[in-house]
């Protein structure tokens, strides 16, 4: 009878040493922080991973994360130092590198990321205020966002942790600002626009206009060119024909009465009223000759045969 009792009572000892053993041992992973705490109080802060040991019933253990977090900024309106209104969108990456002040200054990742989007808010705030709304969105961004990250570290750190970047994604002007903005963008480049095609007409009018006066002033210089050859080569015309109708003016004359008479004997139904004995017939009476002789005699016939 006893020899049951025993075992159960040493069955029953073991189950129990085996669940002080389970609650007292915990695992801490390469990516956690532990804080082993007891009735609230911090009795060690583990970094380094492997198997561990608390006392059981006693202590707890609250782990950390060691990986980088991210912390996601809703938009917020800023005033920049031109007093234009810019709507900003940012983010944030951080780690905890002291977890018991971590622990003991916010306790939680939601408590920290509230902590940190104040910090972020304000430094922001401050920050892109003294700047203008060019340097934000173009030619002073890095250093603006350093500057930021900065300002939000010196803060952090006595939070338990380190800012590894700041980031702002995205600087727009509101949506009535950007309407008025691309309205007025639109209105100089119509104007612009139209300065160009204002100077493109002028200065085609002006090319047109030196054109035309350059093709009239061609054509002139090519008609009076024209004109001189065409004298030139009347002159030699009459030149010529005076030298070769000089060497016999009778056939000169006889030229020109053939061409009076083709003239006026031209077409049908020519009617003359003129003497017969005029000097315009004077070709037809052959008693005239081409060459300004006297007329030709007649051949004598010959006798007819007795």
Known sequence: MNNPVLRT???????????VLYSSIFIVQQTQYAL?????????????????????????????????LDLDLPVQTLLSADRQNLEVDAFTRYRIVDPLRFYQAVGTI??????????TNSAMRNILASASRDAI???????LMDRIQEDVNRQAGSLGIEMIDVRLTRVDLPTANSQAVYQRMRTEREREAADLRANGNQQAQTIRARAERE??????????RAEELRGQGDADR???????????????????????????????????????DSEFFRYF????????GAPATPAPQPAPAQ
Not at 285 to 292: E, L, M
């Open 137 to 143: 969105v173009r030619t002073d961004r890095p250093q």
């Open 110 to 119: 939601a408590l920290a990321n509230q902590r940190l989007q104040s910090f």
């Open 36 to 68: 082993v705490l007891r009735f609230g109080a911090v009795q060690s802060a583990i970094s380094e991973p492997g198997l561990k040991f608390k006392v059981p019933l006693i202590d707890a253990v609250t782990f950390f994360e060691k990986r980088v």
């Open 285 to 292: 009476s052959g008693s005239v000759r081409p060459n300004g």
């Open 215 to 224: 093709a009239t002033i061609i054509r002139a210089e090519a008609n009076q």
């Open 238 to 276: 009459n030149r010529i024909l005076a030298e070769a109708f000089g060497q016999d003016p009778e056939f000169f004359a006889f030229y020109r009465s053939m061409q009076a008479y083709e003239a006026s004997l031209k077409g049908t139904g020519t009617r003359l009223v003129l003497s017969p």
């Open 9 to 19: 009572g040493l069955l029953i000892l073991l189950v129990l040493v085996a669940i």
